[in-house]
């Protein structure tokens, strides 16, 4: 079943109403606060309208006048108080009660009121993937590597609000000068797929293949920038280092260069897809399950471990799983001169099927240089679509999942918690600092260096 015109807020409250219509309670508040119907019947499609939903979400874009294909989320929907958002995520409680019931205008006044009286004294970085009402206080917006750059290269803010996610806040306090503090908004803005892979989970597995192979010695272990402080340490530790979307290749080939075989965690489409791009053949890229019990060798078999040139930990994230081969050919078919461009974290025939794939900054840069008139369908984070939509005017740009859900966990950076630790900056108060502890710090950053390190 298809639904067009949701609205992708996490999906905590849905029920089957009698008429089959699955609606969700948070969702429907937030639509009536935002003049729109709830979702009902007639914005679900049918099986045959399913096949091509394109038509029926230009006919329901069409009703509420809104020019592009793209889940609502984006286009406009308003800043709700936080109390009124909190019913359907999981957000970091102890926030001052004050806090709670503030409204959009305040919130905005009161973020640019602090940010003007501490001047200098803060910088705010912001990823593409953050809502507008964050976005427009960044200091400085980019990709996870262009933001961990940023933290390496420029010492002069005592303070850096980190408008991201936890990995990547703990990645800027790892490389920024010794007096500077790194505050994530909401302590909760997390990754799922960071957690795919816990840090006992990758030891036990490094073990095992230790035990597998004699020796580690020919192994670099190769993390994605999304994975915890301990992990990016873990690599430091064992000649490995980390990489980002914008320069995994490069990582790669300079992991190969040390060593005959990589571990890669905790994204297997990011290595998959990068491993392919090397020319490395799929069937020497296995996949390491860490939900097998220890001592199983991740469900490998001997011959596939013995062959094997990557090994990919089991890891996804669950935003970019869900574009799909036929969801480009429905594109394709509906608009025959579409260019798709995808994250490579999509799925290995996903990423073949589109015409190009990077990084968030990447896929920004694809649409602002594309020419005038172009179509471009866009397999990423939902926020970040619908900013460009915004800024590329002369060009269609949609979500290649008409009912694509945002990042819920960047989403969870509310300005509530912003105008919070912004006030608290002006009264001298610290909160949700992100301190990676020394122990894990001095490793971690080496294998942060190794990756700034490759030109
Ligand atoms: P980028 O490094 O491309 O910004 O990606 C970060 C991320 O979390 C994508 O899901
Ligand atoms: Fe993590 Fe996926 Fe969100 Fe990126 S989009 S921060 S990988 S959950």
Not at 251 to 263: D, I, M, P, S, T
Not at 332 to 350: G, L, N, S, T
Not at 372 to 386: H, Q
Not at 410 to 438: C, F, K, T
Request: with cysteine; glycine share 6%; proline share 6%.
């Amino acid at each position: 079943m298809v639904y067009a015109k949701a609205l992708c807020v996490p999906d905590t409250q849905s029920v089957d109403a009698p008429d089959g219509t699955r609606l969700t309670a948070a969702r429907d508040r937030i639509r009536r606060r935002n003049g729109l119907p709830p979702m009902t019947t007639n914005t679900r499609l049918n099986e045959k309208q399913a096949a091509n939903p394109y038509v029926e979400v230009d006919k329901i874009l069409a009703e509420f006048n809104t020019p592009q294909i793209q889940c609502e989320t984006d286009s406009g929907i308003a800043t709700i108080p936080l109390a009124e958002e909190v019913s359907f995520g999981s957000w970091q409680p102890e926030i001052p009660e004050e806090y709670w019931a503030l409204e959009a205008d305040e919130l905005e006044q009161r973020i640019r009121s602090a940010r003007a009286r501490l001047g200098e004294q803060v910088v705010i970085l912001g990823h593409h993937y953050q809502r507008e009402d964050i976005v427009q206080f960044a200091d400085e917006r980019g990709d996870s590597f262009a933001l961990a750059q940023y933290a390496a290269e420029r010492g002069e803010s005592p303070y850096i609000v980190f408008c991201g996610v936890h990995f990547m806040a703990e990645a800027a306090d790892i490389l920024a000068a010794p007096h500077q503090q790194v505050i994530l908004p909401n302590i909760e803005a997390g990754c799922s797929m960071a957690d795919m892979a816990a840090a006992p989970d990758v030891y036990s597995a490094w073990r095992e293949l230790e035990e597998f192979f004699g020796s580690t010695d020919d192994i670099i272990p190769v993390t994605y920038m999304n994975s915890a402080a301990s992990l990016k340490a873990f690599c430091g530790e064992h000649g490995g280092v980390v990489c980002t979307s914008s320069n995994a290749v490069k990582v790669l080939e300079w992991a190969f260069e040390q060593g005959k075989r990589v571990f890669f965690f905790p994204d297997q489409h990011l290595g998959r897809n990068t491993g392919h791009a090397m020319g490395i053949p799929l069937d020497e890229m296995v996949l390491w399950n860490w939900r097998r019990p220890a001592g199983s060798l991740g469900g490998l078999a001997p011959d596939q471990l013995e062959g094997s040139r990557i090994i990919l930990w089991q890891g996804h994230c669950s935003v970019h799983q869900r574009f799909s081969l036929k969801q480009i050919e429905q594109a394709r078919q509906h608009f025959p001169d579409v260019q798709i461009v995808v994250h490579p974290e999509c799925r290995f025939e996903v990423v073949q099927a589109a015409d190009a794939n990077g990084s968030t900054a990447f896929i920004a840069r694809y649409v602002a240089e594309a020419p005038a008139g172009s179509v471009i369908g866009v397999g990423t984070e939902i926020n970040l679509v619908s900013r460009l939509a915004k800024e590329n005017p002369d060009k269609t740009v949609f979500c290649l999942d008409p009912v694509v859900c945002p990042c819920s966990t960047m989403y969870r950076v509310h300005p509530a918690y912003l105008a919070w630790v912004m006030e608290s900056l002006e009264r001298g108060e610290v909160v949700n600092r992100i301190e990676v502890p020394e122990a894990i710090k001095a490793n971690a950053k080496i294998a942060l260096e190794r990756m700034l390190a490759l030109k």
